[in-house]
Structure formats: C-alpha cells, structure tokens
C-alpha cells in the first residue's frame, strides 16, 4: 500500500438538500486520516464522473437522503466504467431501504451503508477494501 | 479510617448546554431572574401563551405534511387527512418544484413527484386544491427558493376560486436563510433571496394582508445539529433580517410583524423543550417591543407551528417511533404552540402510508379528546424546575443571539458558511455520543433487538407513470396557453427583478397567464445569478 492518505470524493447526488449526514461522514473520514473531497449538493452524475477522475481518488462514495439513488447509480455506472474507474472503492449511504440493496451491488457499489450505520463501520470498510 | 462518603450523583447538562439539577425549589427560581417574565397568558410578554383561553377555545390546528405524486394523487391525500379530522394542510413538493426546475428538465428526471407533489402551473394548483374549502382548511406551503412564485400561484388559485385574497389565510415556509443553512433547496444567491423574501412580507401587508409569507424555521437548524437554544435563537435572529428588510422599505413593524410566523422542532427532553418554547414566547416578545417598538400585541406574538421531530426517530425498532410521537405530541401541546404536526413512525424511512399519517393524527386527537390537554393554559406554569429552567432558556438565546451579533450578524454568517460549519460539527458530536452510547437512544445503543424483525414499513411506490404524466400536462398547458402573454409576463418579471421593483405583481401576471415555475425562475436567475454553496469544515 502506498503512503499517501486515501483520497475520498463524497458526492451529494442530484437534488436532494439533506447534506447533515454527508457532512458528519465527511469529518469522520478526515478524522480517520482519509482526503476527502466533498462535492457539496446537487451533483450530477457527469460532475461526479469528472471529479473522480481529474482528483484521482481511491474511493468514490455518495450520500443519498432522498430516494433518488437507483436512477442516479444507473446513470453514474456506465459514466464511471467509461473514465476507467471500476477499480475505485464505490461506496453509498443514506436512506436505503434494504430492498434495493441487491440492486445498488449490481450498480458496482460494494459497500452499503444504510442510515443507522456506524461512523467508525464506514471508515473500516474503506480502509480495509481500498486496494 | 475515612468517614463514608455519598455516592456523587452524576452530573447532567442538557443539550443546549444549562446544568440540570436534581431539585428545584423558589430559591433558585428567584437565582435565575424570579417570577418577572412569567405573566399571564394573553398579555405581554406572552410565556404564558399568546391567548388568554388557548387551547379551551380553539385546539391547535392540525397540519400533517402531505404530499407526493402528480396533484391528483396529492388531492386524494388530503381529502383522506381531512376526513380523518385533520384541520389544516401542509403541502409537500417534489424536490425540482422546491429548486425552481419544470418537470421537463432533464435535471428533473427521476425526482418528478419523488418526495413531494410536482408542480408546473397554476393548473397543477387548481387540481391539487379542487373540492377543497380555503377558508374552513387554511394551506401551508413547505416552499422557499421558489417561495415567492408559488405564494403568487396560491392568490392567483384561491382569486380565480372566487375567494377575496384580502381576507385569505395561509401560510407559505418562505425561510430561505434556513435553507443555506439545512434542508437546501436555495437557488439564487443569499441577498436577492432575502429581498425576495421581503418582496412577499411587502406584498402580502399590502394586498393579502391575512396570509402569512413567512415562517420562520428553527426547525431544520435543529435536524442538522444546533441545540435547542441555538434553534430558537438562531431563528430569532433570520426573523429579524426579514424585518429589518421589511423596515428599510418603509413599512411600519406593526403593519407585518403580526403575519411572521414560526416553525420550531420537538424532539429532545421534554422539560427543555417546553422551556425552549415558553422563554422563546417572551424573548421574542421583548425583541419586537423594545428594539423594533411594536406596539400592537399580536406583532409580539410568537405564532408558531410545534412539530416534526424526525431527528429524534429512529430506523431501528420504528413502532417504537409511535411511541416517541406520542411524547413529542405531549411536547407541543405543553409548549402552547397554535399548530402542530407529527413525522409518522415509517418517516424515517418513507413517505407515510395513509395507515401511519392516521396513527399520527390520531395521537394529536388523543390528547384532546382524552388527556385533558386543552383543558388548561400551560399547566407547567409555576413549577420551580420549568420556571428555573425557562428563565435559563433565555438567557442561553440571548447569550447565543449577542455572539451571532458580535460576529457580524446572521446574514453574514450564513453567507460565508460558519453557521453550517458551527453546527455540522455538533452533528458529528452527536452522532459520536450515539455511536459510543454517551448520548442514549432505546433500540440504538441500548435495548436493542437481538435480531431486528422484518419492519411494519410499507415502502411509497415511485410511479414513472405518474412522472410522465406531469410531463405531459406541462407540455399541453404551453400548447394551449396565450403565449405572447406568458412573454410579457416573463418580460415584465425580468425587468422589475432588474429595477430591483416588487416582483410580486408581475408573478402574479405571469401564473395566471400559466407560466411555469421553470420559466419563471429562470427569469429571475438571470437577474439574481445562483448561490455557491461555501464548503467550509
């Protein structure tokens, strides 16, 4: 493993204003020593595409409160697959309703973290699978 | 040999940071200011109540938030609560609706009707409110960026009804400061916002003069992590960047204090709660007598709706929820609050099912028809604890209120992002005392289920038929309407939004020609420009 940090973008897809959740992961993961790059609200999936990319990140995570989440990871794979980024650590949490869950790991997204989850359960699982 | 010593009592600090003791007797009533802002219900400074008879009168109104689909559906929906016995409507939208985008944009796909009933036209109100008695049920509208198009669209509906708008009631959320802060639906940048929000409050004086345009919300500051002082202070002082709007253009305080309301959250201790919202009554109060000369009382009122509470509900366990509801509803009726509205037991989840919307109403009527808690005005009123306790809620606002102010006041702070910062930090706190068991929550991280079971939360479907079907609607409307009114409309908008003119007027053109909310919102974009979110940590 490298000696740089892992680098996080966290993004708050489409239009959902809910960001209190986003933000306490986000100063979980910069107290657990990650760089995170939080995109703030109303990211589209080609802006969430795009930063991955030029930031160069380990882990690509999104935050979703508002139950928009499978249109936007079906939007977000195919763009995520076409910048070469399918070796990157996909990550979701927020309001997911456990049926979706299947789905959301056929969209790419290895870790899932429903609301309720533990800070300290999302920063193990990063560290422990970011290659 | 040492003598034996009494087990220490642990020490407890409530949320908004006041020691709590284990007994309260007169002497520290007297400690923390006595008896003198107490009063009586009905008369300044109103910690007692706003109204002399409160609830023996009239019980609160009750306003379950409601909303989803096309408006059909949602009109369906609302026909159920009022038959249910609910009182009041408070209006849902979808998030584009919320950020100003018609349901055609592309930026609007999969959202159409997602969290809240969609809404393009004045069409879309006039199916969303048919059948429906504006003056018997009275409509609040959860709306803020796009706050000022769709209060026109609300007068616009109710007048082509039949109704005279100068005697209308309602009230429309219209707290764009809260939105920077949480929740997020802003669009244009923070001083066009607010001079949006004074366009209203000036409108509404002039032509609606019994509508409420604003309602002010400590609420969603509470859902993303201030302490109850904080909540209550902080709106105190966005209330009072509306006025001081209001003000600079010339209208008298007592022409449209008396029409600010507020929207205040209930989840918490129960005490500190009730004392939160009885020291508020008076603090604001005094604010609107002694720095704004107020002279009519009800420019003094603090109106309030006392609600929600989903930041205290809980994923596990969620019939649990029913429970907390329950007390959370306790809260509100003890606090003296005009209105009041509970998050179902499934919202943490979900939008409620018409089976969990009727269990929160029914805890509302619960407590009129069983509990006795109409029968007296604030019944809490003399015991040592709430009077100690209620005397310290102040001064913890006002201390909280003089910081905001030696800092460069709220407007600022919201614009450079150190109020989100303040209290995204607290929520990351929060969270840490939840995840470690300092902060305790039953079935979270005490008392939890071995096993979860399989939870009686029956999810909302999202229709894609419905989606399209707005689309569709929208695109008939634009057919149909007189486009080269809609023009003008949009024409006048853009250049009275320039002229830095009321907007009201030519919104008020522009709905009933049938503009859409898209249309008009980017009229006023291309005035006022959009708000960059600063990311600050």
Known sequence: MSTRPI????????????????????????????????????????????????????????????????PFCTKLKPLLEANGLTDKLWVIGGNLPAQDHDALRALGFKGIFPSGSKLDAITEYIRSHVK | MNAPQKPELKKVINESGIEVKPLYTAADVEASGGMEMVGEPGAYPFTRGIHREMYRKQPWTMRQYAGFGNPQESNQRFKYLIANGQTGLNVAFDLPTQIGLDSDDPLAEGEIGRVGMSIDTLRDFEIAFDGIDLKKITVSLTINGAAAILIAMYLAMAEKRGYDIRELRGTAQNDILKEFIGRGTWIFPVEPSIRLVGDTIEYCAKEAPKYTPVSVCGYHIRESGATPAQEMAYAFCIAKAYADDAIKRGLPVDEFAGRLSYNFNIFGNIFEQVCKFRAGRSLWAKI??????????????????????????????????????????????????????????????????????????????????????????????????VETMTNEMRKKMEEIMAEVDAQGGIVKMVADGTIQAKVSAQAYQM????????????????????????????????????????????QKIRAERDNAAVAAALAELRADAAAGRNVMPALMKAVKAYASVGEMTKELVNVFGRYQEPIRF
């Open chain 1, 7 to 70: 680098k996080v973008l966290l993004g708050k897809p489409g239009l959902d204003g809910h960001d209190q959740g986003a933000k306490v992961v986000a100063r979980a993961m910069m107290d657990a020593g990650f760089e995170v790059i939080y995109t703030g609200l109303r990211q589209t999936p080609e802006q969430i595409a795009r930063i991955a990319l030029e930031e160069d990140v380990d882990v690509i995570s999104l935050s979703s409160m508002a139950g928009s989440h499978i």
């Open chain 2, 288 to 385: 609107m007598k002694e720095q704004y000369g107020a002279e009519k009382p009800g420019s003094m009122w603090l109106r309030m709706i006392a609600a929600g509470g989903g930041g205290g509900l809980t994923f596990e366990q969620p019939e649990v929820n029913i429970v907390r509801g329950a007390y959370y509803a306790l809260i509100s009726a003890l606090s003296g609050t005009q209105t009041m509205a509970l998050c179902s037991y499934d919202e943490a989840y979900t939008i409620p099912t018409e089976y969990s919307a009727r269990i929160s109403l029914r805890t509302m009527q619960l407590l009129i028809e069983e509990m006795g808690l109409t029968e007296t005005v604030d019944p809490l009123a003399g015991s040592f604890y």
């Open chain 2, 431 to 474: 969270q840490r005392n939840i995840d470690s068991g300092v902060f305790r929550k039953v079935g979270v991280n005490c008392y939890r289920n071995e096993k979860e079971e399989d939870h009686p939360v029956e999810f909302h479907p999202y229709n894609e038929e419905d989606a399209r079907h707005q689309i569709e609607g929208l």
